[in-house]
């Protein structure tokens, strides 16, 4: 009996607890504060599927346009494999990516992929780098205290 009555206590407790809880209004949030005086990511691209990389060149605009962002963030893209064709003189992105690199983002691509598929540079977008690896870029960046984002 004494256990019941604590047990049927203790119960009583928790849902007073809980109740006062759900009434409570929870606090406004407003996003992350831009509190560095600059801030760097690497976006990567190895799909060459052409939502993914429409979706991942928008992404990169809308970071550019954060108003928390605003003068105090640098940009690159690394593009390798299948994403290679986000550069193709015959694609669809050249404005998309003048406009980017216009903006200072840095657009680079993997020498291994082109030298592995046979791609010649004259096929790819003249404004574009190269370096040896993707990976190595993503490594490096990495631990330059790049942030990585990979849409």
Not at 97 to 108: E, N
Request: charged fraction near 25%.
């Amino acid at each position: 009996m004494k256990s019941t009555i604590f047990i049927c206590g203790l119960l009583l407790i928790m849902a007073g607890t809980t109740t006062g809880f759900a009434q409570t209004k929870p606090q406004e949030f407003t996003g992350a504060k831009a509190t560095l005086k600059n801030y760097k990511a690497l976006y990567v691209l190895n799909s060459g599927d052409e939502k993914k990389m429409t979706g991942t060149l928008r992404n990169m605009k809308n970071a550019l346009e954060d108003p928390r962002l605003k003068g105090k963030l640098e940009l690159e893209l690394i593009v390798f494999g299948d994403g290679v064709a986000v550069y193709d003189k015959n694609g669809a992105f050249e404005k998309t990516l003048r406009d980017l690199q216009a903006r200072g983002v840095l657009l680079a691509q993997c020498e291994n992929t082109i030298r592995e598929r046979h791609i010649e540079k004259s096929a790819l977008f003249d404004f574009i780098s190269y370096v040896p690896s993707g990976n190595g870029e993503i490594i490096i960046r990495g631990y330059q205290g790049w942030a990585v984002v990979h849409p």
